[in-house]
């Protein structure tokens, strides 16, 4: 008799007199990559169609200390793309793209763990068996409408039969900011100043009056004293609030194992991470800036009832605590200060105490090292509690090849906000020094402009405050699922799955939000060469009228194992070769808004009609106004996904890899009124409609080589790339817009500017060129020369054109290399980007606070190919006057993860109760070549194009040990 198992290494076993046999079966490694996690189920690699890429949790592992499942995924799986904007402790998680974008709204893909929709962080890396991506309709579909963005199934670790095994994993992380933008000292910066004074006297010859002499620059490079380093700041802001390093901290254990009555798999797993910002003791009594810990504990069971009965319990929960300024409400003048101000506007803390502040004649020029460090804490805290029970039962008794599944879960998630020292409205001295007279100017820094309502106010104590600000969201999750097996003639082998759930969610008191599913499939294998696969989804969701509430979403697909037909045998070298293809449509219904089909009313704030009081006044009566138009008609947004590919291993196992060619079209887009082109008598804004199109499509593929020679040494290497490029087919654009400024025939995000055609190098071209209809009079040389661009003899907004790309790329490229001899271990991973556009503004010299940072040499009479135009002195001209200077290639390579480690495994470690030792050194983001400013891929918090600053990204150095008892 033969016993098989999907995973584990086939054995046969001779049948005597025995009325029972008991068969243990070993895991086969090689076996073990060919499962795939599917939608709802598991395949052999072999029988799937679909476009699934899976990578293990062991892959995650290894990438340099990240803790974010999302960031260690970059590079990883063809087909997923991440942008990374901050390092910001425990908000490092990127965002994340299957395949590109087709929508304007959310393009987030979901994201389910052991089954259920919870976020990415709320799992440890640790715990992580495995992750699947569905990219494809064959894939999705059985999704419904929250399959459109793709699918990620993370799967967490679970027991198996055998006795307990006890893993430790400790390591420390040294982090440092990967690249700030370079900026130019007092004195360079002084030196362009005055070079801009100069250019700017032939149209305001009052600005020599702020002409600062040499020797007075002199002053800010070697003052003599520290009252002249005072009254001459010369202040180098990112070393003065970035440390050179900071640490991070991460602990695990986890235990195994199992006996025939019950498996378990626990762990624990604790992480901390620190700041980059430099603190000190303020004598206060807490330490300001940023911070992040977090705890989580897992317990998976899986209790065998009786032979055909299996309960399955899921136990996991997470705290974390974000520490972060109680003045966090202005971040973005505190980021833009630590990246804009200049080096002389103040000095940071001077010598008696006295905080440094602007001079009145300067705005928003923030002392953030006082920000960060006087203002008080917040602590926010996250609280999950996530458990999930399934009960498995083989029904072979009533038909073979018959199973039940029934799950239920319940998740309940409490943030608190508001709770710690609220310092910011404290009244600690600041202080200016004037430079032209050396007057001393002080006040008190009360905040005024502080945002948070707080219960209680703690000012100038560090008592904490008994403030209390919270929400809680709750998730109630059920399912009931058939399975269905047989094989016919040994040859014909079918399968069929029929399951329907429902998910309800709420945050605080609202009405639960509520969808239902009812999942089908139904896959039909001939010989192990033909497959036919047919799924899909009857779908409702509460966003919608009952009229449109549900919707029917299936795909079909195909597959043929070639090297199965006995036409391709005599190619000796192909081991393994399919085509596969598939077809279907899936729905979205990924928008924040609930009830858009409903108008919604609201009391005051627009025109009365009708009757007026006595003598003209306005009508007594209580009135109300329709806020929200509503739409009856809105339904789904579609995706129909189109998807050929090739599967091949040649060599016996050498090489491995994959092609996929995908093209899908999303119709219905959901656009918001604001969106819409109506005319303004049509007295509010249009209400949203299924309107949009777009079409996105490209190609990925993977490539693996892995070959062990005689000598023991095994070298292997993976490569992928992934290419996807998406069109707008229709945007509701306005009618007289121009074709070039229409949203159609572009890609979502594409990026708009004024187009140069170099500087004006001449008074004599200035006076040729094209007139400006705003500020003409203010162009001198050294201005940026713009093209105008539609031949209408001015330049003004219709001259603003698509430039280059969008801020999501084009095209991602990965390669990894990887050695083993004997206990030893290495690999080098190199990770890239390119056609995306980035923009980053800096300040010019319009105010006197403003900097100017390294971009390049800057254009002068000897110097008329500059990289940059001439600054402008305390002149803001129009915005067109930039043109593309603050536009970036935003392509980069980047050595993004390598590892070195010795595994030791020796008699004398069995005497002491441990299997082996894992010691390892490893790294992310470790090098980087870019022509960006800094490392930022895109910009922070979703702040659109034009984004000056945010907390660094970071490298990261790990040392770490894998102790196996």
């Known amino acids: 008799m033969v016993f098989s198992f999907i995973g584990y290494v086939t054995k046969e076993v001779a049948v005597t007199n025995q009325t029972r046999i008991n068969v243990t079966l070993s895991a086969d490694v090689k076996t073990l990559e060919e499962v795939v996690v599917v939608g709802y189920g598991e395949q052999k690699k072999e029988s799937v169609i679909a476009a699934i890429t899976q990578t293990k949790g062991a892959v995650l592992e290894r990438a340099g200390g990240v803790q974010s499942i999302g960031a260690a995924l970059t590079g990883n799986v063809p087909g997923v793309i991440t942008t990374s904007s901050t390092g910001m402790p425990g908000e490092e998680d990127p965002r994340i793209l299957i395949r590109g974008s087709s929508t304007w709204n959310n ?74 933008p370079g900026k130019m000292d007092a004195y360079d910066t002084y030196q362009i100043r005055n070079q801009a004074i100069e250019n700017e006297l032939s149209l305001r010859p ?207 998630v409490f943030v608190e906000t508001g709770r710690g020292i609220n310092d910011a409205n404290n009244t600690a001295q600041e202080k200016y020094i004037y430079p032209e007279t050396g007057q001393e100017v002080y006040r008190q820094a009360f905040d005024t402009s502080n945002r948070f309502d707080f219960q209680e106010a703690v000012a100038w104590t560090t008592a904490p405050g008994a403030i209390d600000n919270g929400a809680t969201a709750r998730r109630l999750f059920y399912q009931a699922q058939l399975n269905y097996g047989v094989t016919l003639g040994q040859k014909h082998n079918i399968t069929t799955l029929g399951l329907v759930n429902r998910n309800e969610t709420a945050t605080g008191s609202e009405i639960p939000r509520v969808r239902e599913d009812w999942v089908y499939r139904a896959t039909y294998n001939y010989a192990g060469k033909y497959m036919l696969e047919y799924n899909g989804a009857y779908t409702g969701s509460e966003k919608f009228n009952k009229e449109n ?50 108008s ?182 050294g201005n940026y020369h713009l093209i105008d661009y539609n031949g209408d003899g001015v330049i003004d907004s219709r001259d603003n054109v698509p430039f280059e790309y969008s801020g999501n790329p084009q095209n991602t490229y990965n390669t990894t290399v990887g050695l083993d001899w004997k206990g030893f271990s290495g690999f080098v991973q190199f990770y890239g980007v390119n056609n995306v556009t980035r923009q980053v503004v800096f300040n010019s010299l319009g105010s006197q606070n403003n900097v100017v940072y390294e971009q390049g040499s800057i254009w002068s009479k000897d110097n008329p190919n500059a990289d940059t135009p001439m600054p402008r002195w305390l002149t803001t001209p129009a915005e067109y006057y930039r043109g593309s200077q603050y536009f970036y290639d935003g392509s980069y390579i980047r050595l993004k993860n390598a590892e070195l480690a010795y595994t030791l495994e020796s008699k004398s470690l069995k005497r002491f109760g441990l299997n082996n030792i894992r010691l390892f050194v490893n790294g992310n983001n470790l090098l980087l070549w870019t022509k960006m400013p800094d490392d930022r891929e895109s910009n922070f918090a979703g702040t659109g194009w034009a984004s000056q600053g945010a907390y660094p990204t970071v490298k990261r150095y790990n040392i770490g040990a894998n102790i196996t008892f």
Do not use: C
């Open 107 to 180: 393009s987030s893909p979901l994201i389910l763990v052991d089954g259920i929709e919870r976020p990415m962080n709320s799992v440890d890396i640790s715990s992580v068996e495995s992750v699947s991506v569905l990219k494809d309709a064959s894939a999705t579909a059985v999704y419904g409408v929250r399959g459109a963005n793709g699918v990620i199934l993370i799967t967490t670790k679970r027991g198996v039969e055998g006795r307990a095994l006890i893993r430790a994993r400790v390591q420390t992380t040294v982090k440092t900011p990967s690249k700030l």
């Open 206 to 412: 009052e600005a020599w009056t702020s002409y600062v002499p040499q020797a007075i620059i002199e002053k800010y490079r070697n003052p003599a004293d520290q009252a002249e380093r005072e009254r001459y700041p010369n202040i180098d802001w990112q070393k003065e609030l970035f440390k050179d390093h900071a640490m991070a901290y991460n602990a695990s254990l986890n235990i195994s194992g199992g006996t025939k009555l019950v498996k378990y798999f626990t762990s624990a797993d604790f992480l901390q991470e620190k700041d980059l910002f430099r603190v000190y003791d303020n004598h206060r009594g807490y330490e300001g800036g940023y911070g992040f810990n977090r705890m989580n504990v897992r317990s998976n069971l899986d209790f065998q009832l009786t032979p055909t009965t299996v309960l399955k319990s899921n136990l996991s929960g997470s705290y974390g605590v974000s520490k972060k300024p109680m003045a966090r409400a202005n971040e973005f003048y505190m980021w833009a200060a630590a990246y804009s101000n200049a080096p002389d506007a103040f000095y940071p803390q001077y010598s008696d105490g006295s905080w440094g502040y602007y001079a009145p004649l300067i705005s928003r020029a923030e002392n953030s090292m006082r920000t960060v460090g006087i203002s008080g804490i917040e602590y926010i805290t996250n609280t999950r509690l996530n458990t999930d029970f399934t009960l498995e039962q083989k029904l072979d008794k009533l038909v073979k090849g018959l199973k039940f599944a029934g799950t239920i879960a319940f998740d309940n």
């Open 600 to 781: 919604n009313w609201a009391y005051g704030g627009a025109g009365r009609f009708g009757v007026v009081g006595e003598g003209g006044e306005n009508s007594p009566y209580t009135w109300y106004r329709e806020s929200t138009v509503g739409n009856p008609d809105v339904h789904w947004e579609v995706v129909t996904k189109a998807n050929i590919g090739l599967d091949f291993e040649l060599f016996k196992g050498l090489l491995r890899g994959s092609v996929d060619y995908f093209n899908d079209e999303r119709t219905d887009i959901l656009l918001p009124g604001n969106n819409r082109a109506v005319p303004s008598y049509y007295g509010t804004r249009a209400p949203v409609a299924n309107l949009g199109r777009v079409k996105n499509k490209g190609y990925e593929f993977e490539l693996n080589f892995n070959h062990s020679f005689a000598n023991g040494i095994r070298l292997w290497s993976n490569a992928n790339m992934t290419h996807a490029i998406n069109k707008v087919l229709f945007a509701d654009d306005p009618e007289l817009l121009p074709d070039y400024q229409k949203r159609a025939d572009k890609q979502l995000g594409q990026a708009y500017t004024y187009v140069s055609q170099g500087y004006y190098n001449t008074w004599d071209e200035l006076y040729a060129s094209t007139m400006h209809n705003q500020n003409d009079a203010w162009k001198i040389p």
């Open 549 to 598: 509430r549900f919707a029917f979403f299936q795909s079909a697909g195909l597959g043929w194992m070639l090297s199965e037909e006995n036409f391709m045998k005599p190619i000796t070298f192909l081991n393994y070769l399919k085509i596969r293809g598939n077809y279907g449509q899936i729905g979205d219904d990924n928008i924040n808004e609930r009830f858009i089909f409903m």
